[in-house]
């Protein structure tokens, strides 16, 4: 069943409502009520949708997640695209970064770079199974704080800049292409 006009408007105005909110305190100290006077919404009709805040917070990436990976384009490098995804959505990485919490987003893109990872060292025979896990933590660890420090410092170059930044650094292990 399509979501009406209406629904679409006031889940817009409260998500607008928390990045706002994201830009002046963290995840935990923002309340449904204030939210709500923000939105201006009253908390009933927030709770139409949502359970709490957290919930909310866990609607927007699971959006970003359907969004990303429906619109990669085959031609596009992935690390760029996840790069754009990023900075797209810069407020809420920004929070999730600071709050420490795991990203669905990312350990999608992590499993799908670590099973490309190990066919490509299979097929040119530099697979070992007992040093594999953690080179790739390793560099998994790297380009995260890398990302995060992007991110913190407002995203200033393109996700193609950032990704070459990123090859360089890592001398091409953590290409996702």
Same mark, same amino acid.
Request: glycine share 4%.
């Given at each position: 069943?399509?979501?009406?006009?209406?629904?679409?408007?006031?889940?817009?105005?409260?998500?607008?409502?928390?990045?706002?909110?994201? /830009?002046?305190?963290?995840?935990?100290?923002?309340?449904?009520? /204030?939210?709500?006077?923000?939105?201006?919404?009253?908390?009933?009709?927030?709770?139409?949708?949502?359970?709490?805040?957290?919930?909310?917070?866990?609607?927007?990436?699971?959006?970003?997640?359907?969004?990303?990976?429906?619109?990669?384009?085959?031609?596009?490098?992935?690390?760029?695209?996840?790069?754009?995804?990023?900075? /797209?959505?810069?407020?809420?990485?920004?929070?999730?970064?600071?709050?420490?919490?795991?990203?669905?987003?990312?350990?999608?893109?992590?499993?799908?770079?670590?099973?490309?990872?190990?066919?490509?060292?299979?097929?040119?025979?530099?697979?070992?199974?007992?040093?594999?896990?953690?080179?790739?933590?390793?560099?998994?660890?790297?380009?995260?704080?890398?990302?995060?420090?992007?991110?913190?410092?407002?995203?200033?170059?393109?996700?193609?800049?950032?990704? /070459?930044?990123?090859?360089?650094?890592?001398?091409?292990?953590?290409?996702?292409?």
């Amino acid at each position: 069943m399509p979501v009406d006009r209406r629904t679409r408007y006031t889940k817009m105005i409260i998500r607008d409502s928390l990045y706002e909110l994201l /830009e002046q305190k963290p995840l935990s100290d923002i309340t449904v009520k /204030e939210l709500c006077q923000k939105a201006d919404i009253n908390r009933a009709t927030f709770y139409r949708y949502y359970d709490n805040v957290d919930a909310l917070f866990e609607q927007l990436e699971q959006e970003i997640i359907d969004v990303s990976f429906q619109q990669k384009s085959s031609h596009e490098n992935s690390t760029v695209h996840v790069l754009t995804v990023i900075k /797209e959505n810069r407020i809420f990485y920004k929070e999730l970064f600071r709050a420490h919490m795991d990203s669905k987003v990312l350990s999608r893109l992590l499993e799908q770079q670590k099973q490309e990872a190990i066919l490509y060292h299979q097929k040119n025979g530099s697979y070992d199974e007992t040093i594999f896990p953690y080179a790739f933590q390793y560099v998994v660890s790297g380009s995260t704080g890398m990302i995060q420090k992007w991110v913190n410092s407002g995203c200033q170059e393109t996700p193609a800049e950032f990704a /070459e930044i990123i090859f360089k650094i890592t001398g091409g292990c953590a290409t996702l292409a």
